[in-house]
């Protein structure tokens, strides 16, 4: 992913091209140098052959000389002596000739200087031969012999000479071959290696420009079918999309923006004064607030606001918006707006009924409340009033008569106790207590303490963790446990002693299928277990009931509203109660408080 | 003990209440002077006045109109004259936190109205000799607290 | 000759008693058969010499001879109870009846026809008492209250605290803290 990343970036790109740039610079030196040593290799290569030809001809035309003056010297013949000057004359060019031809190179020059001294005493001792010599009809052959002699020694020293000079001058031609050899060598290497990277450069540029354009003809489909989506999703969605060019005060509208607004696509020129027309009169600050957030470079908040239509239809919107920078560096502000009427109405009209159903529950707990309350005087009265004829009177009753009163009593008790029950129940129904950090140690100690006797009868064992503070209404966790740790101590196993075991630990929500939350909320887990005679487990939810009872009256005294208290104090605290047993071996109750 | 006539009063607008709370008495065989009142107002009216007897146990029901128990316990507890009477609350049954919360505001005795008449008689007597031992032991007042 | 003689053992006593208390200048009412009540407060002095004239009338001052010795038994239970010795219950009647120098029957009847109440109720009256006082202390837990006051478990004393004043200590802990603090708010 980066190498490709890589490839695509243009400082990637960039320095390609200055790299290309530099190889080719690089290689056009080369060649250019190799061009011009090849130029100069060759022509250093023809001024050697130059030098050699003329030293030959030279050879030649000193031969000639000889010849001449031999066939002179022979034949006294004036022929030969125009010849021999001829040939002089050639002499003196080709030396003449070397001159220039040799003026770069020292040793040659030395050499030339050293011929042409050789040669001037040749011609000197050839004067002495010819025109002294031979005008003489007495040739004096002695000194003929000797100056001749002399001239064949000066001739081959100037031979050799000669043959030094074309000696040095073949050795250059080795070397100056050589080099030519190498130049003719590289410079078309150079060549073909400028021609080839140029190749390559072009046909790396070709594709890579190739593939540019298909990838810009890939986005731009993409980006045409979004935006046609887009437009399509506005209408459908029910929200629009609008762009605010701060700097030069320009709006554009999707078309979906009209239609919110309840009119046809670009029917108006969008702007900020024709769309606060549309704005509900009392919601237009909110506007004029947002814009002035925008104005001063401000993220504005998002909105909420009432739009009229012109038919008198209100509709509720909501408003988003993002700055971006544009290819000319303006400011734009993305924004959104969101039909969000049908999840207003909706929404209020849920709220509008929790409310209502809220007063209606307040309206029934506190009637409990009050029912209960007032029922206990007069069934006080009745009680206390029996009693009293029942003591005074009792001897001067019938044994029928005794009968009934007693049935009058007992069902006046049991009256008693359950509107005792109900009036306990509404108590836990009263929420606007106030909730305060509860010590749970403290209120198990009150608990154990409210069942001292209790306890202390069965000699039951209480063991409990450290159990954490949490945010609860005291009393209302105080009578939990009692209910709790009271069903514990009441229903053990017959002469077996109630071992009862309080733990806590934090769990996650998703892990405990009752809580119905699938988050990794926290929860303490509160358990409250016993050795006691338990219960079938298909029972473990009807025993929350109000009133629901697994036992006789007779055999275990109470109304079965325990538990359902301590099932409402529960969710009063926002947590969940249940239970698990197994009968023989004993129950544990789990009650679930969230972790604030 | 007998050396001294208790007197109580009872504070309560239910006549039927203080005919048993009278009545009561009558049959407990500890000496005692019982006096009833209406409802509050008449109750704070003769408390107020001068050289008077003041009752050892005040009996106070909380549910009276006008003033109710709990307004004629904070006044009673704001004067200094009347502080060392033994204050007991005499009313329907209540949630603990309620109790409690008389005994926070000054109350002595709190009195769930029972169901039967021996158990009233039963209570009363008890609330007077406790009462009559926190006064001959010199124990603290202060702490005198009790939940029937 | 014979005379046959009735007599009004009461209106003779009476009448002794009044004579001789008169004729000492006290301020008396006689309460009923065998109390008299001296409104002012007699000499040392006084009272011997009275006793001695009632002495010759067959009438002795008996120094309320009950009370002072129920005062000297709820004395010693109160002494027993605030000790930090621990006594275990078995033992306050050897040690009462030693302190006292009588049996332990004769003491326990003669506290009840004084007092109406038992011996054991006012060790628990007082036990209890001191308990709340420790409670206010706020030095101790519960459970070293209990252990401090020689109960057996902290449930036997949380049993008899709530028996004895209708409440459970961590309540009454509650309330006299709250109390409290009402009444530096209003200070």
């Known amino acids: 992913m980066k190498l490709k990343s890589l490839f695509t970036s243009s400082f990637f790109l960039k320095s390609i091209f200055i790299a290309s740039l530099f190889i080719l610079i690089f290689i ?51 022929i030969f002596l125009k010849s021999f000057r001829e040939s002089r004359e050639k002499v003196a060019k080709s030396i003449h000739t070397l001159n220039s031809l040799v003026d770069d190179n020292l040793t040659q020059r030395n050499n030339l200087d050293s011929l042409q001294k050789l040669i001037t005493l040749r011609y000197n001792i050839l004067f002495e031969n010819s025109i002294n010599l031979t005008d003489s009809i007495p040739m004096n052959a002695r000194r003929f012999n000797k100056s001749l002699v002399e001239g064949k020694i000066v001739m081959t020293t100037i031979r050799d000479q000669i043959n030094k000079m074309i000696d040095l001058e073949k050795i250059y031609m080795v070397e100056r071959q050589e080099r030519y050899d190498n130049e003719t060598f590289f410079t078309p290497f150079y060549s073909m290696m400028l021609l080839l990277f140029s190749l390559l450069v072009f046909v790396f540029s070709y594709f890579k420009i190739n593939k540019d354009l298909e990838s810009f003809k890939k986005s731009n489909d993409i980006l045409t079918i979004a935006t046609e989506s887009m437009k399509h999703a506005e209408e459908i969605g029910g929200f629009s999309s609008w762009q605010w060019d701060v700097d030069s005060n320009t709006f554009t509208y999707s078309d979906n923006q009209y239609r919110l607004l309840g009119v046809e696509p670009q029917s108006f020129v969008p702007s900020m004064e024709a769309f606060i027309k549309f704005v509900h009169p009392e919601d237009r600050h909110i506007i004029t607030n947002g814009e002035d957030h925008v104005v001063n470079h401000q993220r504005p908040n998002a909105a909420f606001f009432r739009i009229i239509r012109n038919d008198g239809n209100i509709r509720y919107f909501r408003s988003m918006g993002v700055f971006l920078n544009n290819a000319e560096g303006h400011k734009i502000l993305i924004g959104i707006n969101n039909d969000v009427t049908e999840e207003y109405l909706i929404s209020k009209s849920l709220e509008d009924r929790n409310h209502e159903l809220e007063k209606s529950n307040r309206e029934l707990a506190s009637f409990n409340h009050v029912a209960s309350h007032d029922l206990q005087e007069p069934l006080r009265k009745i009680q206390t009033f029996i009693s009293r004829i029942y003591e005074k009177e009792v001897e001067g009753l019938s044994p029928t008569g005794k009968e009934y009163f007693d049935k009058i009593q007992a069902a006046a008790n049991r009256m008693r106790i359950l509107i005792d029950d109900l009036l306990l129940f509404s108590r836990t129904n009263k929420v606007e207590k106030a909730f305060e950090a509860a010590d749970l140690n403290q209120l198990l100690e009150s608990a154990k303490q409210e069942l001292a006797q209790a306890i202390e009868e069965k000699n039951a064992t209480i063991k409990s963790d450290f159990l954490p503070t949490i945010h609860a209404i005291p009393f209302q966790i105080q009578q939990l446990f009692i209910n709790l740790i009271g069903n514990s101590l009441k229903y053990n196993k017959p002469d077996i002693a109630p071992v009862i075991k309080i733990e806590c630990e934090i769990i996650r929500a998703a892990d405990y299928a009752i809580l119905n939350k699938n988050t990794n909320e926290a929860f303490y887990k509160i358990s409250v277990s016993d050795n006691g005679m338990g219960f079938e487990q298909k029972y473990s939810e009807a025993i929350f009931t109000l009133f629901h009872r697994l036992h006789n009256n007779s055999d275990y005294p109470g109304t079965g509203i325990g538990l359902s208290i301590c099932k409402k104090i529960v969710e009063n605290h926002h947590g969940r109660i249940m239970a698990e047993s197994i009968p023989g071996i004993g129950s544990t109750f789990s009650i679930f408080f969230p972790i604030k | ?34 006096s009833t009142l209406n409802n509050g107002i008449e109750l704070m009216n003769f408390l107020t006045q001068p050289d008077i007897a003041l009752p050892h146990v005040l009996f106070l029901d909380l549910n009276m109109p006008g003033k109710t128990g709990l307004d ?44 039967d008449f021996l158990a009233l008689k039963k209570i009363l007597e008890d609330v007077i000799t406790l ?10 007042r202060d702490n005198f607290l009790l939940s029937l | 000759m014979k005379l046959y003689l009735k007599f009004d053992i009461n209106a003779v006593c009476k009448k002794v008693l009044q004579e001789q208390l008169d004729n000492l200048d006290l301020n008396y009412s006689i309460q009923g058969f065998g109390e008299v009540e001296i409104n002012n407060s007699p000499s040392n002095e006084m009272l011997k010499t009275l006793n001695e ?52 029957g004769y003491i326990s009847n003669l506290f009840s026809d004084v007092t109406y109440t038992s011996i054991a109720n006012f060790i628990i009256l007082q036990k209890i008492e001191r308990a709340k006082q420790l409670i206010l202390t706020n030095e101790l837990t519960i459970t070293e209250i209990a252990w401090k006051l020689s109960y057996s478990s902290v449930a036997h004393f949380s049993n008899q605290f709530k028996n004895a004043t209708g409440l459970t200590p961590s309540a009454f802990q509650r309330i006299i803290d709250k109390r409290k603090n009402m009444q530096q708010k209003n200070a």
């Open chain 2, 131 to 140: 009462n009559w031992q926190y006064h001959t032991s010199g124990l603290n």
């Open chain 2, 1 to 34: 003990m007998q050396n001294e006539i208790i007197r109580v009063m009872l504070a309560d607008d239910d006549e039927d209440d203080r005919l048993f709370f009278k009545d009561a008495f009558e049959e407990i065989k500890i000496k005692t002077d019982v």
């Open chain 2, 72 to 115: 004629c316990l904070k006044e009673i507890k704001g004067i200094d004259r009347l502080k060392d009477i033994a204050i007991a609350i005499y009313s329907t049954s209540a949630s603990e936190e309620d109790i409690e919360e008389t005994f926070v505001k000054g109350a002595n005795i709190y009195i769930k109205k029972p169901h």
């Open chain 3, 53 to 104: 004239n009632l002495n010759r009338y067959g009438i002795s001052v008996v120094e309320s001879h009950k009370s002072v010795l129920v005062q000297k038994i709820k004395d010693a239970i109160v002494e027993m109870v605030y000790s930090d010795e621990k006594l275990s219950n078995a033992k306050t009647s050897v040690y009462l009846a030693e302190k006292i120098g009588q049996s332990y």
């Open chain 1, 28 to 78: 056009s030196t080369f060649l250019y140098k190799h061009s011009i040593g090849l130029i100069d290799s060759a022509e250093l290569l023809v001024h050697t052959h130059k030098v050699h030809l003329e030293l030959e001809q030279l050879n030649s035309a000193l031969k000639d000389v000889e010849i001449n003056q031999t066939g002179y010297f022979i034949s006294r013949d004036t």
